[in-house]
């Protein structure tokens, strides 16, 4: 199993970014991806989840009408626009997969049994 995350950089307040995490090793139908972030000194916390095989997405507060999950099944691969990014966006952003097999608190980093290494996003102000 590999996930591998791509897509971080510098960007200004107000400005996008597109993280992509390429999953291999899954069946991707079978699978829920989210992403998580951890500033420097902070615990990780997720970001967003979706669930692959019916699209259904999940978000925390502070992104809602900011960030965007999706999936491209021909390539693997999930992805998280950011728009409007804010210098507390500052973060590594990891993606994380599990196979869905029934309903699971999708914001616990427990939940997750694979990671990627990170990429990072740095939104200057």
């Known amino acids: 199993v590999q996930l591998v995350e791509s897509g971080g950089g510098l960007v200004q307040a107000g400005g996008s970014l597109r993280l992509s995490c390429a999953v291999s090793g899954f069946t991707f139908d079978e699978i829920a991806i989210a992403w998580f972030r951890q500033a420097p000194g902070k615990d990780r916390m997720v970001v967003s989840r979706i669930i692959v095989r019916d699209g259904e997405t999940e978000y925390i507060d502070d992104v809602k009408g900011r960030f965007t999950i999706s999936k491209d099944s021909a390539k693997n691969t999930v992805y998280l626009q950011m728009n409007s990014l804010k210098p507390e966006d500052t973060a590594v952003y990891y993606c994380?997969?599990?196979?869905?097999?029934?309903?699971?608190?999708?914001?616990?980093?427990?939940?997750?049994?694979?990671w990627g290494r990170g990429t990072q996003v740095t939104v200057s102000s």
């Open positions: 994380a997969a599990r196979l869905v097999t029934g309903w699971f608190p999708w914001y616990s980093h427990r939940q997750y049994t694979d």
